[in-house]
């Protein structure tokens, strides 16, 4: 059984620490410690891929909570209050957690692109399923759960609503290697939570770092000229708010080490209105009054072969009554909105 709050001070102060890093031919060494103190004490999350889609919201919903406090991790984009620590790097990786003593650690970060995936599988290996099993055995080690999130991507997109007792078949790269994080992190402790999520829109710092907003690229591009805009009108999804997801993380987390062991193994949460990207495009020109004139739709597949339909079964959430939705128009709208005019 995992301990719930290993770490945790005895007094009622609550503890927020901030970690820097500086890169020598050592790994990483801590040089800061800064530590602040309020009336209450506090959970604490060590939070993976913090600077990402995902991680940023996951990152602000604990954040806003006076009962956790957060070490956010990145490397590549390390924003003001999260901790530069490169994930390959087993010893540092380590040594932080040593330090940090969480009560549960989300891990977010991945190459989550399936064409990076392909171009170069054995960096995507190392991160999607060596860091992941690292991680997993240093907080079986620590007496901690761990929370991965995984993907739709595990199965083959001919059989959907999928069920999380369903078998897996990935059909490319990316979804091979999230499978085999999900069985490292499993393998590890068989109380570790896997959450499979769907293609994510939210907040982003460049249309490019989701595969549904960088759709508004193209449909902008084909509004002043002759370009023709084509998009695939093949596979389905069903696209889900970072807010939403971060939203039903907090609340898995906050059930598993508050109250019960019971909350274990795989769940499954995803959209509920089904789209293919040429829907999704449609939906933007309706809602910010852009013509569809040039926008072409392809039934066909091109590049890294992907599944048809990935609609998953979200019962098991539902049943936990922490589900919750984003309508599709309302959420892209407010995403969007700022890109538009630039």
């Known amino acids: 059984?995992?301990?719930?709050?290993?770490?945790?001070?005895?007094?009622?102060?609550?503890?927020?620490?901030?970690?820097?890093?500086?890169?020598?031919?050592?790994?990483y060494i801590l040089t800061t410690l800064f530590k602040t103190s309020n009336t209450s004490s506090t959970m604490k999350l060590f939070l993976t891929g913090a600077s990402g889609l995902l991680g940023r919201s996951i990152y602000e919903r604990f954040l806003n909570e006076p009962d956790w406090t957060v070490c956010g991790i990145s490397f590549k984009?390390?924003?003001?209050?999260?901790?530069?620590?490169?994930?390959?790097?087993?010893?540092?990786?380590?040594?932080?957690?040593?330090?940090?003593?969480?009560?549960?650690?989300?891990?977010?970060?991945?190459?989550?692109?399936?064409?990076?995936?392909?171009?170069?599988?054995?960096?995507?290996?190392?991160?999607?399923?060596?860091?992941?099993?690292?991680?997993?055995?240093?907080?079986?080690?620590?007496?901690?759960?761990?929370?991965?999130?995984?993907?739709?991507y595990v199965f083959n997109g001919d059989e959907s609503p999928y069920k999380e007792t369903d078998e897996p078949s990935p059909i490319n790269e990316y979804g091979r290697l999230k499978l085999l994080g999900e069985k490292a992190v499993l393998a590890a402790n068989r109380n570790n939570i896997i959450l499979r999520i769907p293609v994510l829109y939210g907040p982003v710092e460049s249309l490019e770092e989701s595969a549904i907003t960088y759709l508004l690229i193209?449909?902008?591009?084909?509004?002043?000229?002759?370009?023709?805009?084509?998009?695939?009108?093949?596979?389905?999804?069903?696209?889900?708010?970072?807010?939403?997801?971060?939203?039903?993380?907090?609340?898995?987390?906050?059930?598993?080490?508050?109250?019960?062991?019971n909350i274990s193994g795989i769940y499954h949460w995803c959209g509920?209105?089904?789209?293919?990207?040429?829907?999704?495009?449609?939906?933007?020109?309706?809602?910010?009054?852009?013509?569809?004139?040039?926008?072409?739709?392809?039934?066909?597949?091109?590049?890294?072969?992907?599944?048809?339909?990935?609609?998953?079964?979200?019962?098991?959430?539902?049943?936990?009554?922490?589900?919750?939705?984003?309508n599709f128009e309302d959420g892209i709208k407010s995403v969007l909105a700022n890109w538009v005019v630039k």
């Open 1 to 27: 059984m995992y301990s719930t709050s290993p770490g945790i001070p005895p007094s009622n102060t609550r503890s927020i620490y901030v970690f820097f890093f500086s890169c020598s031919s050592d790994p």
């Open 77 to 152: 984009r390390t924003n003001p209050g999260l901790t530069k620590l490169d994930l390959l790097n087993k010893d540092a990786v380590t040594n932080l957690l040593n330090t940090v003593c969480p009560d549960i650690i989300v891990h977010c970060a991945a190459e989550r692109f399936p064409d990076k995936v392909e171009s170069d599988p054995q960096a995507a290996y190392d991160l999607n399923v060596g860091v992941s099993a690292h991680l997993a055995d240093i907080a079986n080690h620590l007496n901690v759960p761990l929370l991965y999130i995984s993907t739709d």
């Open 218 to 261: 193209g449909l902008k591009k084909c509004q002043n000229n002759n370009e023709l805009f084509k998009v695939s009108n093949y596979e389905l999804r069903n696209p889900a708010s970072v807010h939403d997801i971060a939203h039903i993380v907090f609340h898995l987390v906050a059930k598993k080490i508050g109250s019960t062991n």
């Open 272 to 326: 509920k209105e089904t789209y293919t990207k040429y829907d999704m495009v449609a939906k933007m020109a309706k809602i910010f009054d852009m013509s569809m004139n040039q926008v072409v739709p392809v039934n066909g597949q091109g590049g890294v072969k992907r599944p048809f339909n990935t609609l998953l079964d979200v019962s098991r959430i539902n049943q936990l009554g922490i589900g919750t939705h984003t």
